[in-house]
Antibody, heavy 125, light 108 residues
Framework: QVQLVQSGAEVRKPGSSVKVSCKAS????????LTWVRQAPGQGLEWVGG????????KYAQNFQGRATIITDGSTNTAYLELSSLRSDDTAVYYC??????????????????WGQGTLVTVSS | DIQMTQSPSSLSASVGDRVTITCRAS??????LNWYQQKPGKAPRLLIY???NLQRGVPSRFSGRGYGTEFTLTITSLQPEDFATYYC??????????FGQGTKVEIK
């Protein structure tokens, strides 16, 4: 059974940074591709960033360009999301999710099939 | 970027009702459309992928259909555990993912 375990809740002041971790376990036969999604209180889901598998490069949603950094450690199946220059509207639950490809011939469909439990990041002065 | 729009934003229904949620994409996304269910305080759960394929373990009362720009999620015979918020997600342009704004299904 795949498990994604995230680090605990964080409280930060505006202008500071936060680093959230996500450790994957349970399916050693798969190469994990982890992505990050956030959810502000009472709001919907917003993709933050992820990895382009073939290139190994990271891509970020426009809202997070220059502020978000995703780091992956393949040796420990752990991904990190660092968000800098925090603002009060960055207060949210941050989820990591495993990206999985299900292929039908040459067409591959991507989903987020397993999710972490979420990490609440509170930005407040 | 591809925009995803769900309707309605919320609905009230009774146990046993048939419920349909619509998701529209701002451009054609073929059948690269996923549906998720989220309960309060919990992470989302994948229900349907590739517009109409049921994820393993998901009850058969959930179904999805659609192609191009218009998609639907239907729950036949709504159960108490189905009261939740549902999100569509386009997977046409990974790793840039877009979700709909969500549809909250409440008890009437």
């Amino acid at each position: 059974q795949v498990q994604l375990v995230q680090s605990g809740a964080e409280v930060r002041k505006p202008g500071s940074s936060v680093k959230v971790s996500c450790k994957a376990s349970g399916d050693s036969s798969s190469k994990y591709i982890l992505t990050w999604v956030r959810q502000a209180p009472g709001q919907g889901l917003e993709w933050v960033g992820g990895v382009i598998p073939l290139l190994g490069t990271k891509k970020y949603a426009q809202n997070f360009q220059g502020r978000a950094t995703i780091i992956t450690d393949g040796s420990t199946n752990t991904a990190y999301l660092e968000l800098s220059s925090l603002r009060s509207d960055d207060t949210a639950v941050y989820y990591c999710a495993r990206e999985r490809s299900t292929c039908d011939g040459t067409i591959c469909y991507k989903t987020f099939d397993y999710w972490g439990q979420g990490t609440l990041v509170t930005v407040s002065s | 970027d591809i925009q995803m729009t769900q309707s309605p934003s919320s609905l009230s229904a009774s146990v046993g009702d048939r419920v349909t949620i619509t998701c529209r994409a701002s451009q054609s996304i073929s059948d690269f459309l996923n549906w998720y269910q989220q309960k309060p305080g919990k992470a989302p759960r994948l229900l349907i992928y590739a517009a109409s394929n049921l994820q393993r373990g998901v009850p058969s009362r959930f179904s999805g259909r659609g192609y191009g720009t218009e998609f639907t999620l239907t729950i036949t015979s709504l159960q108490p555990e189905d009261f939740a918020t549902y999100y569509c997600q386009q997977s046409y342009s990974p790793p840039t993912w877009t979700f709909g704004q969500g549809t909250k299904v409440e008890i009437k």
